[in-house]
């Protein structure tokens, strides 16, 4: 049995700290793909998770749009994306979501979705579709696709990158030992050999983890290092935040200094860049992690 952090109700109560506070979106850029979201009623994530970076990334032309519905076959402890057995797909998502990218004259577009296990292919026909209707009508775009555990359906995970996306990102969300609470229906060993087959397969691979979840430094540095044996290219480290009370708890806010140290370490343990810092997310700067 996995020993877990017991979080006292003390930490529950804990104000975030100064470093967590952010500045309102402000800008030429970030007002123009407000005003072209607003009026033709577009959907990002950045906007429905409320980001913290929206105004930083979309005033540098990136924007993440999610695909594959709102419902989600996993219950991850950490994801306010609601659970249960998911409708059927819109197959002409993929026009629809390549043409608002053109129209909100995105220059790198993220693209992630909610699990589909209940898919044969797992959504990787629809991936691969957005992929490529993007770049059709938009061929100056460059593309991060953040793709779900396939359950070691490798089929689909060539599928779904198959398409010409310049970065493929899979996130391992936490250390091996908390994955049980933090991703019960997830593998750790699943997750980083997805990682290096699409490494195999020839493309940019990157990763995200979230830290305050009663992880030790120790448990991060093994998750770098495996990362790197398994061809992962770039690693974001960010602060996890409780989105309810019905979600995991934070067990601690992780200093700046902390989150600089780490960035040190990954790259002195083989990872060619990594983002680290409380306000990271899984996209911000994504558009540096085209050229790593």
Known sequence: ????????????????????????????????????VDEHKLHTICESGNCPNMGECWGAGTATFMILGNVCTRS????????GRPPEYDTDEPRRVAEAIKLMGVKHAVLTSV???ELKDKGAEIWYQTVIQTKELSPATT???????????????????????EVVSHN????????????????????????KLTK??????????????GEKKEEVFKAMDDLAEHGCDILTLGQYLQPTKMHIEVAEFIHPDLF???????????????ESGP????SYHAERHVNV
Not at 19 to 31: C, D, F, H, I, T
Not at 76 to 83: K, N, P
Not at 200 to 213: C, D, H, S, V
Not at 279 to 282: D, E, N, Q
Request: glycine content about 6%; some cysteine; aromatic content about 8%.
């Open 143 to 165: 593309i991060e696709t953040l793709i779900p555990d396939v359950k070691s359906n490798w089929d689909a995970l060539y599928r779904m990158i198959s398409g010409g996306q």
């Open 115 to 117: 699990n589909r296990d």
């Open 76 to 83: 991850c402890s950490f994801c306010a994306v609601a659970t």
């Open 200 to 213: 195999a397969y020839g493309k940019r691979t990157k990763t995200g983890i979230m830290l305050g979840l």
């Open 279 to 282: 306000l990271v997310r899984s």
């Open 172 to 195: 391992m969300e936490t250390v091996e030992s908390l994955y049980r609470r933090v991703r019960p229906q997830a593998k750790y060993a699943r997750s980083l050999e997805q990682t």
């Open 260 to 274: 600089a140290e780490y960035r040190e370490e990954g790259l002195a343990r083989g990872l060619k860049y990594v």
């Open 1 to 36: 049995m996995i020993e877990l952090p017991v979080i006292s109700e003390e930490a529950t109560r804990r104000k975030k700290p100064d470093w967590l506070r952010v500045k309102l979106p402000v800008g030429k850029e970030y007002a123009k793909v407000r005003k072209l």
